[in-house]
């Protein structure tokens, strides 16, 4: 069955980084693209970026263009997700999540990891 | 736009049927997926490519979309139902995904 297991929670200072990672079983990991999604306390979904099967491309939300960054190690199946200059406001639940496509108009999220806990507080 | 607007909060007797609306310009070229999300609890996903459930989702949920609006309704909506409901879509004008606001269902 196909799993996404992630880290546990983090507690970092503003200005500090966290790197949390997401690991994949069940299926044949370089079949699917990654996305990464949050959900800060009180709001809504938020889509952070997408990582490919292979791991050589990202595409990033632009409100956080230069903050993050999305890596992908094959051979352990884990993804990962690096967040840098930690705000308060970037305190929230974190989110990998299997892309699945069909044709050229159709994208969903099948499975979703557990969620990883980022505070971020001084 | 790009963005996906939805109604913040919507109620519905129990066993009665609600439906919620999503609506950007994205959804003229791309379908919508929805996501069930409950406290404490990662997303689920409920409807993709306009109206497939997953294996396990009731099929009293369904989906539809026409023009730029998406809708997911609920036919004899279960105490169970009450949850954030979230559409998303593949941005038809860049390469990234944008999920609406959400949409609180209160089962009355």
């Known amino acids: 069955q196909v799993q996404l297991v992630q880290s546990g929670a983090e507690v970092r200072r503003p200005g500090a980084s966290v790197k949390v990672s997401c690991k994949a079983s069940?299926?044949?990991?370089?079949?699917?693209?990654m996305h990464w999604v949050r959900q800060a306390p009180g709001q809504g979904l938020e889509w952070m970026g997408i990582?490919?099967?292979?791991?050589?491309?990202?595409s990033y939300a632009q409100k956080f263009q230069g903050r993050v960054t999305m890596t992908r190690d094959t051979s352990t199946s884990t993804d990962y997700l690096e967040l840098s200059s930690l705000r308060s406001e970037d305190t929230a639940v974190y989110y990998c999540?299997?892309?699945?496509?069909?044709?050229?108009?159709?994208?969903?999220?099948?499975?979703w990891g557990q969620g990883t806990l980022v505070t971020v507080s001084s | 736009s790009s963005d996906l607007t939805q109604d913040p909060a919507v109620s519905v007797a129990l066993g009665q049927t609600v439906r919620i609306t999503c609506q950007g310009d994205s959804l003229r070229t791309y379908y919508a997926s929805w996501y069930q999300v409950k406290p404490g609890q990662a997303p689920l996903l409920v409807i993709y490519a306009k109206n497939n459930r997953p294996s396990g989702i009731p099929d009293r949920f369904s989906g539809s979309s026409s023009g730029n609006t998406a809708s997911l309704t609920i036919t004899g909506a279960q105490a169970e139902d009450e949850a954030d409901y979230y559409c998303n879509c593949r941005d038809s004008s860049a390469f990234r995904w944008v999920f609406g606001g959400g949409t609180k269902l209160t089962v009355l």
């Open positions: 990582i490919n099967p292979s791991g050589v491309s990202t």
């Open positions: 999540t299997r892309d699945v496509s069909r044709d050229d108009r159709s994208w969903w999220f099948d499975f």
């Open positions: 069940g299926y044949t990991f370089t079949d699917h693209w």
